[in-house]
């Protein structure tokens, strides 16, 4: 009887050491899972979006991201002052995988001091760990043969 009580022990001692070598195993797989079901960032709220075109032409326009796919863009241009106040004007996004995002609205673009260029403007970008967005932007005329202009956005907010 003596001689089978130390081998039960040794053997327990063998499991229990299993058992903490596999802890830090089942720990790191639960990290895992929860880092991979974790919630999208959140675009709700107000962002200021810096477009710079390839061109080297620039723009920027606030966005007001609203629930269920809908916002707003207020251009932010200081010559639209000459022609009228800017007005928001409503917008479209969505949200897909991987934290990326795109959201458009068609605008109209100051040309020089006496035009405007009206067109649609999509910008398709992805959350970066900062919690900025950062992607391609495209403005697409409507009217005339002119070219799509293409460039790079960065969208922070505030």
């Given at each position: ?8 022990c ?10 903490r ?8 797989q ?5 880092l ?5 960032p ?67 673009f100051l ?9 649609t ?33 960065k969208?922070?907010?505030g």
């Amino acid at each position: 009887m003596l001689d089978t009580l130390p081998r039960v022990c040794l053997g327990c001692r063998g499991t229990m050491k299993a058992r903490r070598a596999l802890m830090p195993m089942i720990v790191a797989q639960a990290c895992i899972a929860a880092l991979s079901h974790a919630q999208s960032p959140n675009m709700i709220g107000s962002w200021k979006v810096d477009i710079t075109f390839t061109n080297g032409e620039s723009r920027s326009l606030r966005f007001d991201v609203q629930g269920e796919g809908k916002g707003t863009f207020l251009l932010l241009d200081p010559r639209l002052k000459v022609w009228a106040p800017a007005k928001p004007s409503q917008a479209k996004w969505s949200q897909e995988q991987g934290n990326s995002v795109t959201f458009s609205r068609p605008v109209e673009f100051l040309l020089g001091n006496v035009g405007r260029e009206p067109g649609t403007l999509v910008f398709k970008g992805k959350f970066e760990t900062d919690g900025s967005i950062r992607g391609e932007a495209e403005f697409s005329p409507l009217l005339g043969d002119r070219p799509s202009k293409h460039g790079t956005f960065k969208a922070v907010r505030g």
